[in-house]
């Protein structure tokens, strides 16, 4: 399930990047300069997929159940048709860069890239919490200063999600985009209010005090 749902985003976006005949006019694909800031969306919307798909052979632990066959479309429909909206119109002939320039774009991808850390080092403490086999405790930070972030609230993980797609957001400046962050930002909350209502029952002390997603805000 996980590794259709994405491994999808990461092709087809691709597709879009080599400009096919059968997407744009290759009149205007030849003529049209593409700006810095198409290339490193590339990067960074590539890099976010394929982080999730080594997470999910190498880091996250599921459990023997399935997935029904409705969630799976859903999900792919989710996910594949928004990363065909938003590649279409970053990787356009006719794209506007950013209205601050260069120094909007790099803010937003440093942004970007320390969300993507933070992710991952997240998953790698709740795995290796999992796979430790000690559940009497929640995770606490460590010196990592990523994982600083369990000190405020339960599910760190989707907070450095929304924030991804926020920074990309900033990054590329794409209608597209904002809306995907938006409905990424809702999701995300429900699920992080679904977990820190699961957390509470199972480590009232350590968590009665910290927000689910957002600090003071969730």
Not at 180 to 188: G, K, N, T
Not at 212 to 217: C, D, E, N
Request: hydrophobic content about 45%; some cysteine; glycine content about 4%.
């Amino acid at each position: 399930f996980f590794l259709t749902e994405y491994t999808g985003p990461l092709l087809i976006y691709l597709l879009f990047y080599i400009r096919l005949s059968t997407i744009y006019d290759q009149v205007e694909s030849t003529k049209n300069f593409r700006h810095p800031v198409v290339h490193l969306a590339c990067f960074c919307h590539c890099l976010h997929y394929i982080r999730h798909l080594l997470e999910t052979l190498f880091v996250h632990k599921f459990s023997g159940g399935h997935t029904p066959l409705k969630n799976m479309i859903k999900g792919c429909a989710f996910y594949w048709g928004f990363t065909s909206w938003i590649a279409y119109y970053i990787n356009h002939p006719r794209y506007t860069p950013p209205s601050f320039g260069h120094r909007q774009v790099s803010f937003a991808a440093l942004a970007f890239l320390m969300c993507e850390a933070g992710n991952h080092f997240i998953n790698v403490a709740l795995a290796h919490q999992n796979h430790s086999g000690s559940k009497a405790c929640f995770p606490s930070p460590t010196y990592n200063p990523f994982t600083w972030l369990f000190l405020l609230v339960s599910c760190p993980n989707y907070t450095y999600e929304v924030g991804s797609w926020i920074s990309f957001t900033v990054m590329t400046q794409t209608l597209p985009v904002g809306i995907f962050a938006f409905l990424m930002v809702i999701q995300m909350s429900l699920w992080a209010q679904k977990k820190h209502k699961l957390y509470l029952k199972r480590f009232y002390p350590e968590v009665r005090r910290k927000a689910a997603m957002i600090p003071i805000i969730f």
